[in-house]
Structure formats: C-alpha cells, structure tokens
C-alpha cells in the first residue's frame, strides 16, 4: 500500500520496497541455483524513472553446511565447496554428495 498515493501497488513483475531509507531488500520466492539480474525503477507522484541497467548475475543458493564455503575454480569455470577444517572438497554441493559427512 502506497500511503502517498493511497492505493495498492499492484505491477506486474514489480514490488514496492518501502521509505526511501532502505538501503538492502529481500526479495523471496525465488527459486536456488538459478542467475538473476535485477533493474530498479523509482516511481513517485510525479511519475516514474527510467529503468537503470541490469545488476551483475547472483546466484540464489541455500545456506551451506556448517563450515562449508563456496570458490569459484577459474581454470574449468565452476564453483567447488570446501570445509577447510575437515580439508573436504567437492564439485557438488555437500548435501547432494553421497560420501558427505556432517
């Protein structure tokens, strides 16, 4: 509900992030393992801006194991999890690899 407007924002695609004194949303629902981009546009009683330029590609993960990290390997271009206390690594993510041990 926009309280300047008076009215419910209802875009399609589109969500309304609140008072300008935000500086980080979350944004839920979507779904792991797949690449993003998001553009932004402002709208007010004035009207709207133009769409800024798509952000960076992120990646929606779960939350890692307890002790796992994620690193991205520039020779083959894939990610790999480690535990660096237990010295573990693998190319798949520790849930779905069936020698894992929590």
């Known amino acids: 509900y926009n309280e300047i407007l008076g009215k419910e924002w209802s875009y399609k695609g589109s969500i309304f992030l609140g008072p300008q004194d935000h500086k980080q949303y ?3 629902g979507l779904t792991n393992d797949y690449l993003y981009c998001f553009t932004m546009k402002a709208k007010n009683v004035k009207g709207s801006s133009s769409e800024s330029y798509p952000s960076e590609e992120v990646m929606i993960e779960a939350p890692l ?10 020779n083959t271009s894939r990610f790999y999890y480690a535990n660096i206390k237990s010295k573990q690594s693998s190319w798949e993510r520790p849930e779905k690899d ?3 041990l929590d």
């Open 98 to 100: 069936s020698y894992f």
């Open 26 to 28: 979350v944004i839920e």
């Open 65 to 74: 194991p307890a002790g796992w990290f994620r690193f991205f390997d520039s």
